[in-house]
């Protein structure tokens, strides 16, 4: 007899641009970083950073892989030093780099999400790009953590976004904040001035007069994202 599908959680998968972008998702830049979960089987495997949860859902950022090595050093571009780079190794090297473990796993047992639904997840629209920058570098300055904000292509414009930005408006539904910016390439980071407070794109960080953002670069736009006309 089959098994049968799990009536608990369901992942929704959303699939980012590169695997550079997923393991830029889990680094901390302190030598923390999350796990990543391997799934599938031969050309259809996926490597996957659990994320957001609403109501039953977890988000599942994901690409595909034919790696098969159970370790990820990621390096981020450090001012001055080198460029941002992965590698996968089959074990650890006394070298400079972030160390990302990839767990394999079986999802056939868990349900594919289609969508969340409307009383799980609202939009709010910042009008300013700004605001949505500074409202990412107070939650992470809240949960002393590397802020981050995800970026997508909608309607051939790029969207600039983040989940549960202002503290005091969070409930038991999710919120995604926000804002169109004037920018049609992507980028790896956000430098913060706030000496000019202002704030620019760019692929290198540690230059100590600015305060960084990530950006996670997605290949499409969350399932349920809407925007007016």
């Known amino acids: ?3 049968k599908t799990a009536q608990g959680k369901s992942i929704l998968y959303v ?17 923390n970083t999350d796990m990543l979960l391997r799934a599938g089987e031969g050309s ?16 599942g950022y ?10 990820i050093i990621y390096k981020f571009p450090e001012f001055g030093k080198w460029g941002e780079s992965i590698e996968f190794v089959e074990s650890v090297d006394p070298q400079p780099g972030n160390y990302i473990s990839v767990i394999d796993i079986s999802f056939k047992d ?3 999400a289609k969508r969340l639904n409307a009383k799980d997840v609202m939009q709010v629209e ?9 409202a990412a570098i107070r939650k992470g300055m809240r949960n002393e953590s590397l802020p981050y904000l995800y970026s997508f292509e909608f309607r051939k414009k790029r969207i ?3 989940f549960d930005l202002i503290e005091g408006l969070n409930d038991d539904k999710r919120i995604l904040y926000y804002a169109v910016i004037d920018k049609k390439e992507s980028s790896g980071f956000i430098r913060w001035s706030y000496t000019a407070n202002r704030f620019d794109f760019t692929d290198v960080i540690g230059e100590y007069s600015y305060i ?13 994202f809407k925007m007016p006309d």
């Open 44 to 59: 259809s495997r996926r490597l996957v950073a659990l994320g957001e949860q609403a109501g039953n859902v977890t988000i």
């Open 15 to 31: 699939k980012v641009s590169s695997t550079t972008d997923l393991c830029r998702y889990c680094c901390g830049y302190d030598f």
């Open 160 to 162: 600039l976004c983040g």
């Open 62 to 71: 994901y690409v595909e892989t034919k790696e098969e090595k159970p370790i």
């Open 126 to 134: 910042m009008r300013k790009p700004d605001s949505i920058v500074n």
């Open 1 to 3: 007899m089959a098994p």
């Open 212 to 224: 960084y953002v990530k950006i996670i670069n997605l290949a499409e736009p969350f399932s349920f």
């Open 110 to 112: 868990i349900r594919k």
